[in-house]
């Protein structure tokens, strides 16, 4: 900055020529001078003014407008905050297809100890011990009274177990505000649900998440503010589901079975209905997973959607079905199933060596022959078969609303010869789990239409994918009835529903890979009611069921399976609102004659 003299020369000399007094002209200079300074002072005060005021007017403004935001709002009772309560997320409540309750949150507390605050460690851990008798006294004495700041005694307590620790009066105790996850129903649809447990935790707050079942498949859902905790609704029909279980956990029980599993399928929409896996477990207090031994062997095995099985002659009916549907046969076309019959070198027989001779694909289902299925399947042929069975799903894990479902992927032939297309033919050769099986099934009932099969409730009926003809599925179903009324599942007829359905008895694999038990199968019976009309599938396997109760033990599924079966229809279908109606009978050709009279 150029600064002007108070005495410049130009000015000073004149007026001393002049006679005039230069101090004059330094005061005047200096008068100036100030007045420009004050001028500048004043300039910058006036826009720092003007800055302070705008702010004002800015902070004011946005005041008001939460005020009136606020005015338009619905009024709450304030909450207040605490530290870590960002982590706190209220997670929806999940419910069966009429709204029940299957899982629901419950408010309870976490127990807490900060040592160095406490007057009586001692006397402290001694009085907690007869509260939480897993707790050992020794251990929370070595915690009490050493130099540790922190210390989680309970995650979850009970409001009993609360007022009781409150009743210590010790102040190094403390509580911390828990939501948990509740399931009122116990072990009812333990395998769906899955279970919950704690993520990120806090002294005030823990996350909730989901660790197995539909909780971990849909957790981000449940977790979503965005949902406005609008409840998960399921297919699952709660008293359905307590029938089956009951009815499967019993039956169970009475064959003597190592484990048992049970589907039941809407063949319109592919909801399932009801969905069962024994042993069970309380998702309340899930068990941890095995550390040793065989994993099929933990309750938290699901064997409806893990357990990957050969399923035995079940698998008869899609052979039969599919050479109707490529025209290679009809219902009555005669196949010779008498032996021998040797495929690869290997022979293929009967059950207990039977030799049924010349029976028709109808008789062949309802005989279950293994010869005859797998002469249908030379018919049609290594490719055709595995394009057939890809379409129905047997090659992939099911897309199911289950994280386990990613487990039951089908074990099928690395090297796909006539032997293996003859084997799976019957059921042997390729392993699937049952829920495999309900969608293969549902496409047979529904006439024709794969669909997947889904937890979640659906509006109505689902197009599915088409997989076969009308006709070929409706011939299909006569040759499953006629296996209830006069063949291997007579047992699985319930007056008034007119079962349908087929009996599969597969030799169970040795654990190591060695061959096949001697006296121990996987037995399962697929129905499906009406068969007329159906309405729902139904899969029931049993794992190295025994029937006892004659002269020799009895293994085979239309001793073990289908009677189980057969109650369960008994039971669930009233409650699906099914009335008994009596079955529709074939048209007997009548001739009319004219009679003359007297």
Same mark, same amino acid.
């Given at each position: 900055?150029?600064?002007?003299?108070?005495?410049?020369?130009?000015?000073?000399?004149?007026?001393?020529?002049?006679?005039?007094?230069?101090?004059?002209?330094?005061?005047?200079?200096?008068?100036?001078?100030?007045?420009?300074?004050?001028?500048?002072?004043?300039?910058?005060?006036?826009?720092?003014?003007?800055?302070?005021?705008?702010?004002?007017?800015?902070?004011?403004?946005?005041?008001?407008?939460?005020?009136?935001?606020?005015?338009?709002?619905?009024?709450?009772?304030?909450?207040?905050?605490?530290?870590?309560?960002?982590?706190?997320?209220?997670?929806?409540?999940?419910?069966?297809?009429?709204?029940?309750?299957?899982?629901?949150?419950?408010?309870?507390?976490?127990?807490?100890?900060?040592?160095?605050?406490?007057?009586?460690?001692?006397?402290?851990?001694?009085?907690?011990?007869?509260?939480?008798?897993?707790?050992?006294?020794?251990?929370?004495?070595?915690?009490?009274?050493?130099?540790?700041?922190?210390?989680?005694?309970?995650?979850?307590? $009970? *409001?009993?177990?609360?007022? %009781? !620790?409150?009743?210590?009066? =010790?102040? #190094?105790?403390? &509580?911390?505000?828990?939501?948990?996850?509740?399931?009122?129903?116990?072990?009812?649809?333990?395998?769906?649900?899955?279970?919950?447990?704690?993520?990120?935790?806090?002294?005030?707050?823990?996350?909730?998440?989901?660790?197995?079942?539909?909780?971990?498949?849909?957790?981000?859902?449940?977790?979503?503010?965005?949902?406005?905790?609008?409840?998960?609704?399921?297919?699952?029909?709660?008293?359905?589901?307590?029938?089956?279980?009951?009815?499967?956990?019993?039956?169970?029980?009475?064959?003597?079975?190592?484990?048992?599993?049970?589907?039941?399928?809407?063949?319109?929409?592919?909801?399932?209905?009801?969905?069962?896996?024994?042993?069970?477990?309380?998702?309340?207090?899930?068990?941890?997973?095995?550390?040793?031994?065989?994993?099929?062997? $933990? *309750?938290?095995?699901?064997? %409806? !959607?893990?357990?990957?099985? =050969?399923? #035995?002659?079940? &698998?008869?009916?899609?052979?039969?079905?599919?050479?109707?549907?490529?025209?290679?046969?009809?219902?009555?076309?005669?196949?010779?199933?008498?032996?021998?019959?040797?495929?690869?070198?290997?022979?293929?027989?009967?059950?207990?060596?039977?030799?049924?001779?010349?029976?028709?694909?109808?008789?062949?289902?309802?005989?279950?022959?293994?010869?005859?299925?797998?002469?249908?399947?030379?018919?049609?042929?290594?490719?055709?078969?595995?394009?057939?069975?890809?379409?129905?799903?047997?090659?992939?894990?099911?897309?199911?609303?289950?994280?386990?479902?990613?487990?039951?992927?089908?074990?099928?032939?690395?090297?796909?010869?006539?032997?293996?297309?003859?084997?799976?033919?019957?059921?042997?050769?390729?392993?699937?789990?049952?829920?495999?099986?309900?969608?293969?099934?549902?496409?047979?009932?529904?006439?024709?239409?794969?669909?997947?099969?889904?937890?979640?409730?659906?509006?109505?009926?689902?197009?599915?994918?088409?997989?076969?003809?009308?006709?070929?599925?409706?011939?299909?179903?006569?040759?499953?009835?006629?296996?209830?009324?006069?063949?291997?599942?007579?047992?699985?007829?319930?007056?008034?529903?007119?079962?349908?359905?087929?009996?599969?008895?597969?030799?169970?694999?040795?654990?190591?890979?060695?061959?096949?038990?001697?006296?121990?199968?996987?037995?399962?019976?697929?129905?499906?009611?009406?068969?007329?009309?159906?309405?729902?599938?139904?899969?029931?396997?049993?794992?190295?069921?025994?029937?006892?109760?004659?002269?020799?033990?009895?293994?085979?599924?239309?001793?073990?399976?289908?009677?189980?079966?057969?109650?369960?229809?008994?039971?669930?279908?009233?409650?699906?609102?099914?009335?008994?109606?009596?079955?529709?009978?074939?048209?007997?050709?009548?001739?009319?004659?004219?009679?003359?009279?007297?």
């Amino acid at each position: 900055m150029i600064r002007t003299p108070l005495r410049p020369l130009a000015r000073i000399l004149p007026a001393r020529a002049k006679g005039e007094n230069p101090d004059a002209i330094e005061r005047e200079n200096i008068r100036l001078r100030q007045e420009a300074l004050r001028d500048k002072s004043r300039r910058r005060a006036e826009g720092r003014l003007l800055v302070l005021g705008t702010m004002f007017f800015c902070a004011f403004g946005v005041i008001g407008l939460r005020m009136g935001v606020l005015a338009q709002t619905e009024p709450a009772e304030p909450r207040a905050s605490a530290a870590g309560a960002g982590i706190l997320a209220q997670r929806a409540d999940i419910v069966d297809r009429k709204g029940r309750i299957l899982a629901t949150n419950f408010d309870t507390h976490s127990l807490y100890a900060q040592p160095q605050q406490m007057i009586e460690p001692e006397k402290t851990a001694e009085r907690l011990v007869k509260i939480f008798p897993d707790l050992k006294e020794d251990r929370l004495i070595r915690d009490f009274t050493g130099k540790r700041k922190f210390l989680w005694i309970k995650k979850k307590i $009970s *409001p009993e177990q609360m007022q %009781a !620790v409150h009743d210590i009066g =010790e102040p #190094g105790l403390l &509580f911390g505000p828990r939501e948990m996850r509740l399931y009122p129903n116990g072990t009812l649809a333990a395998h769906v649900l899955g279970g919950a447990g704690f993520g990120r935790e806090g002294v005030h707050a823990a996350e909730v998440i989901g660790v197995a079942g539909i909780e971990k498949y849909y957790d981000e859902r449940l977790r979503d503010p965005a949902q406005n905790h609008e409840p998960l609704t399921l297919s699952l029909d709660l008293p359905v589901q307590a029938a089956m279980e009951r009815v499967l956990a019993g039956g169970m029980s009475i064959m003597n079975a190592k484990g048992a599993a049970a589907i039941l399928m809407d063949v319109q929409t592919g909801e399932i209905v009801s969905i069962a896996s024994l042993p069970d477990f309380d998702p309340n207090d899930r068990p941890r997973p095995l550390v040793q031994g065989v994993a099929a062997d $933990s *309750p938290l095995f699901n064997r %409806a !959607v893990q357990g990957v099985y =050969e399923l #035995g002659s079940t &698998f008869k009916i899609f052979a039969a079905v599919q050479a109707m549907e490529l025209g290679l046969v009809n219902a009555d076309t005669i196949i010779d199933t008498a032996g021998p019959m040797r495929v690869g070198g290997f022979p293929i027989g009967e059950f207990r060596n039977k030799n049924y001779g010349k029976l028709s694909v109808s008789e062949i289902i309802v005989q279950s022959s293994n010869r005859g299925t797998g002469r249908l399947a030379l018919q049609i042929g290594t490719e055709r078969q595995q394009d057939f069975l890809k379409k129905l799903g047997f090659f992939d894990a099911v897309d199911f609303e289950m994280i386990e479902a990613s487990g039951g992927k089908p074990l099928v032939p690395k090297r796909w010869t006539d032997l293996s297309t003859v084997t799976i033919s019957y059921g042997h050769g390729l392993s699937s789990t049952p829920l495999h099986l309900a969608a293969g099934y549902a496409a047979i009932a529904n006439g024709g239409r794969y669909v997947k099969p889904t937890l979640l409730k659906q509006e109505g009926p689902v197009e599915g994918t088409r997989v076969m003809s009308a006709e070929a599925a409706r011939e299909a179903r006569d040759m499953l009835r006629r296996v209830v009324t006069s063949g291997t599942a007579s047992m699985g007829e319930v007056p008034g529903y007119a079962v349908g359905g087929k009996t599969g008895t597969a030799d169970k694999p040795r654990a190591n890979g060695g061959g096949y038990y001697e006296d121990k199968v996987i037995a399962t019976f697929a129905s499906m009611f009406p068969a007329h009309d159906p309405k729902y599938v139904l899969i029931v396997t049993l794992d190295e069921p025994v029937e006892t109760s004659g002269d020799k033990p009895r293994r085979t599924a239309g001793w073990t399976a289908v009677p189980i079966s057969s109650e369960i229809v008994s039971r669930v279908a009233p409650l699906l609102g099914m009335r008994p109606e009596i079955e529709p009978a074939a048209l007997v050709d009548i001739t009319l004659t004219s009679m003359d009279g007297d």
